[in-house]
């Protein structure tokens, strides 16, 4: 799922790309194969994980959040970045998952990246007081 979630988020904003260093001028056709970009994959691949698997817990849930906010916060990253981000991975499962992913799931989906956004705009906030 995860190179066709950077697939899917550098078609609809080749712009983002850009914010990436170490992939930011990797032609689109050599990214499936840019080692950068797979630890990157594999490190949001790993959030993801820790996101479900703390679901039960909405405390540790929004302290992993708020440390990928933190990090984040001090890269040209925005609240809307992040958004299209999450609408990316919600598609990308449905196109996955296909019937597997009912409304129900998508609904628990957008729930949970929807509070992944408002936690990472409230960090943004309390960090970058410009």
Not at 55 to 77: F, M, Q, T
Not at 87 to 109: C, Q, Y
Request: net charge positive; charged share 25%.
């Amino acid at each position: 799922m995860v190179p066709s979630l950077w697939r899917r988020l550098f078609q609809r904003h080749p712009e983002y790309q850009k914010l990436f260093s170490g992939f930011a001028d990797v032609p689109p056709e050599a990214l499936s194969t840019n080692p950068r970009l797979g630890a990157h994959a594999m490190s949001v691949a790993y959030a993801i994980t820790s996101l479900v698997d703390t679901l039960d817990d909405a405390d540790c849930l929004v302290e992993l959040v708020r440390k990928i906010a933190i990090s984040h916060s001090r890269r040209p990253v925005t609240v809307t970045n992040f958004e299209h981000t999450m609408a990316v991975i919600v598609d990308t499962l449905k196109d996955r998952l296909g019937s597997k992913m009912t409304p129900a799931a998508t609904a628990a989906w957008e729930k949970t990246l929807k509070l992944v956004v408002n936690v990472v705009a409230d960090v943004f906030k309390e960090v970058r007081r410009d």
